[in-house]
Protein backbone atom coordinates (compact mmCIF):
# COMPACT_ATOMS: atom_id res chain seq x y z
CA UNK A 1 0.00 0.00 0.00
CA UNK A 2 1.26 3.31 -0.23
CA UNK A 3 2.34 5.46 2.43
CA UNK A 4 0.57 8.60 2.21
CA UNK A 5 -2.70 6.80 1.44
CA UNK A 6 -5.42 8.39 2.73
CA UNK A 7 -7.74 6.25 5.09
CA UNK A 8 -11.36 4.68 4.30
CA UNK A 9 -13.10 6.84 6.52
CA UNK A 10 -11.22 10.10 5.27
CA UNK A 11 -12.97 13.07 3.63
CA UNK A 12 -12.62 13.47 -0.13
CA UNK A 13 -13.65 16.94 -1.84
CA UNK A 14 -14.18 15.71 -5.65
CA UNK A 15 -14.86 19.01 -8.03
CA UNK A 16 -14.88 19.23 -11.28
CA UNK A 17 -12.19 20.90 -12.87
CA UNK A 18 -14.62 23.89 -14.55
CA UNK A 19 -16.08 24.10 -10.43
CA UNK A 20 -19.70 22.94 -12.24
CA UNK A 21 -20.10 20.01 -9.70
CA UNK A 22 -18.74 18.65 -6.58
CA UNK A 23 -19.08 15.67 -4.42
CA UNK A 24 -18.29 15.12 -0.22
CA UNK A 25 -17.39 11.83 1.09
CA UNK A 26 -15.44 9.59 2.56
CA UNK A 27 -13.26 7.65 0.46
CA UNK A 28 -15.08 4.77 0.78
CA UNK A 29 -18.04 6.48 -0.40
CA UNK A 30 -16.54 8.22 -2.94
CA UNK A 31 -15.63 5.09 -4.40
CA UNK A 32 -18.69 3.27 -3.93
CA UNK A 33 -20.75 6.47 -5.57
CA UNK A 34 -18.40 6.22 -8.31
CA UNK A 35 -19.07 2.23 -8.48
CA UNK A 36 -22.89 3.19 -8.71
CA UNK A 37 -22.53 5.55 -11.13
CA UNK A 38 -20.60 2.61 -13.86
CA UNK A 39 -23.07 0.36 -13.01
CA UNK A 40 -26.64 2.32 -13.38
CA UNK A 41 -26.01 5.40 -14.75
CA UNK A 42 -27.22 8.51 -13.54
CA UNK A 43 -30.70 9.45 -12.42
CA UNK A 44 -33.24 10.60 -15.46
CA UNK A 45 -33.35 14.27 -14.20
CA UNK A 46 -29.50 14.94 -14.68
CA UNK A 47 -28.25 16.68 -17.43
CA UNK A 48 -26.60 14.43 -20.31
CA UNK A 49 -22.94 14.85 -20.39
CA UNK A 50 -21.13 14.61 -24.00
CA UNK A 51 -17.91 13.81 -22.59
CA UNK A 52 -15.90 12.72 -19.79
CA UNK A 53 -15.32 15.35 -17.11
CA UNK A 54 -12.34 16.15 -15.62
CA UNK A 55 -12.22 15.81 -12.21
CA UNK A 56 -9.85 17.49 -9.22
CA UNK A 57 -10.12 15.54 -5.83
CA UNK A 58 -8.31 17.40 -2.37
CA UNK A 59 -8.28 16.08 1.25
CA UNK A 60 -10.00 18.28 3.89
CA UNK A 61 -6.58 19.94 4.41
CA UNK A 62 -6.85 21.46 0.81
CA UNK A 63 -4.61 18.84 -0.70
CA UNK A 64 -4.33 17.46 -3.91
CA UNK A 65 -5.29 14.02 -4.16
CA UNK A 66 -3.49 11.67 -6.93
CA UNK A 67 -6.01 8.82 -7.45
CA UNK A 68 -4.84 5.21 -6.82
CA UNK A 69 -5.28 2.70 -9.83
CA UNK A 70 -4.77 -1.10 -10.91
CA UNK A 71 -3.83 -1.93 -13.65
CA UNK A 72 -7.51 -1.78 -15.33
CA UNK A 73 -7.05 1.63 -14.09
CA UNK A 74 -9.86 1.17 -11.21
CA UNK A 75 -9.50 3.55 -8.57
CA UNK A 76 -8.88 1.83 -5.26
CA UNK A 77 -8.02 4.80 -3.23
CA UNK A 78 -6.58 8.39 -3.11
CA UNK A 79 -2.79 9.42 -2.20
CA UNK A 80 -1.62 13.37 -1.21
CA UNK A 81 0.25 15.12 -4.12
CA UNK A 82 3.31 16.52 -3.32
CA UNK A 83 2.02 19.78 -3.22
CA UNK A 84 1.60 22.40 -0.45
CA UNK A 85 -2.46 22.31 0.49
CA UNK A 86 -4.02 25.26 -0.50
CA UNK A 87 -7.46 25.62 1.38
CA UNK A 88 -8.12 28.96 0.66
CA UNK A 89 -8.40 28.21 -3.33
CA UNK A 90 -10.25 25.21 -2.58
CA UNK A 91 -12.62 26.98 -0.11
CA UNK A 92 -13.16 29.86 -2.95
CA UNK A 93 -13.86 26.73 -5.60
CA UNK A 94 -16.63 25.53 -3.09
CA UNK A 95 -18.20 28.97 -3.18
CA UNK A 96 -18.33 28.83 -6.49
CA UNK A 97 -19.91 25.42 -6.84
CA UNK A 98 -22.74 26.49 -3.90
CA UNK A 99 -23.63 29.96 -5.99
CA UNK A 100 -24.22 28.04 -9.09
CA UNK A 101 -26.15 25.61 -6.89
CA UNK A 102 -28.37 28.53 -5.49
CA UNK A 103 -28.27 29.86 -9.61
CA UNK A 104 -30.00 26.43 -10.66
CA UNK A 105 -32.56 26.29 -7.86
CA UNK A 106 -33.84 29.71 -7.96
CA UNK A 107 -34.44 29.15 -12.09
CA UNK A 108 -35.84 25.29 -10.99
CA UNK A 109 -37.96 26.34 -8.14
CA UNK A 110 -38.90 23.24 -5.29
CA UNK A 111 -42.46 22.33 -6.14
CA UNK A 112 -44.34 20.40 -8.62
CA UNK A 113 -41.79 20.42 -11.46
CA UNK A 114 -38.71 19.49 -9.48
CA UNK A 115 -37.67 16.89 -7.37
CA UNK A 116 -36.32 19.37 -4.48
CA UNK A 117 -38.57 19.52 -1.52
CA UNK A 118 -40.31 22.67 -0.69
CA UNK A 119 -38.48 25.06 1.28
CA UNK A 120 -35.13 23.66 0.47
CA UNK A 121 -32.11 26.24 0.25
CA UNK A 122 -28.40 25.19 -0.63
CA UNK A 123 -26.95 25.08 2.64
CA UNK A 124 -24.39 28.23 3.97
CA UNK A 125 -21.29 26.93 5.23
CA UNK A 126 -18.55 28.27 7.84
CA UNK A 127 -15.67 27.31 9.21
CA UNK A 128 -12.17 25.81 8.09
CA UNK A 129 -12.10 23.96 5.36
CA UNK A 130 -12.29 20.60 7.22
CA UNK A 131 -15.45 22.17 9.15
CA UNK A 132 -17.18 22.92 5.42
CA UNK A 133 -16.26 19.49 3.95
CA UNK A 134 -17.85 17.95 7.07
CA UNK A 135 -21.13 20.25 6.29
CA UNK A 136 -21.33 19.32 3.31
CA UNK A 137 -20.81 15.62 3.70
CA UNK A 138 -24.07 16.12 5.63
CA UNK A 139 -25.94 18.50 3.59
CA UNK A 140 -25.37 15.47 0.92
CA UNK A 141 -26.56 12.38 3.34
CA UNK A 142 -30.49 10.66 3.10
CA UNK A 143 -31.39 6.95 1.93
CA UNK A 144 -28.73 4.17 0.67
CA UNK A 145 -30.39 3.97 -2.05
CA UNK A 146 -28.22 4.73 -5.63
CA UNK A 147 -30.00 8.27 -6.56
CA UNK A 148 -31.58 9.51 -3.59
CA UNK A 149 -29.21 10.54 -1.44
CA UNK A 150 -30.76 13.60 -1.34
CA UNK A 151 -32.35 16.42 -2.58
CA UNK A 152 -28.47 18.97 -2.14
CA UNK A 153 -27.18 15.69 -3.91
CA UNK A 154 -29.04 15.29 -6.69
CA UNK A 155 -29.25 19.15 -7.53
CA UNK A 156 -25.55 18.85 -7.64
CA UNK A 157 -26.02 16.25 -10.24
CA UNK A 158 -28.45 18.02 -11.96
CA UNK A 159 -26.24 21.20 -12.45
CA UNK A 160 -24.47 18.77 -14.87
Do not use: C
Not at 17 to 36: K, Q
Amino acid sequence: MVDDALASEDLVLVLAADDSWMFVGTVTEVLEHADRHRRTGHAPQDLARPAPRSLDFHDAAGHRLHPLVDERLVVHGFAVADTPADPVTTRQRIDRVLETARAHLAAHPPGAQTHYPVGTEVPEVTGDLSEVLDQLRVAEQIPDNAHKRGWFHNLLHAMG
